[in-house]
């Protein structure tokens, strides 16, 4: 997968996965919380999802979990070692691809 690719299919899953919250908490009134079989399938979902784009990057750490669940898509700006050994802080998905070394 090229960065390009990566890029987008990466800012389409963040969308989405923001998208699922915001309905999560807006519907746990009506529906319940995170508990019921309709959320443990719709976030087993995002799971496949977030681990087939691991595999495609050849993340071995969950590093994408830890980009959108732990660094909050970059707001926190958490650091992260690169290829190289130098550590940067990750603060978008650009940053996070030059984690992997994806390249054009």
Known sequence: MN???ATKTLTDLTSTIKAIET????????IGGGDGSLWIAVYRLIDISIDSFEKSVNDQFETV???IYENDCGKKELQHSLPSGRVTKVTSISDLLDVFGVVD
């Open 3 to 5: 960065r390009t690719e």
């Open 65 to 67: 979990y830890w980009f």
């Open 23 to 30: 309905a999560r908490t807006s519907l746990e009134g009506l």
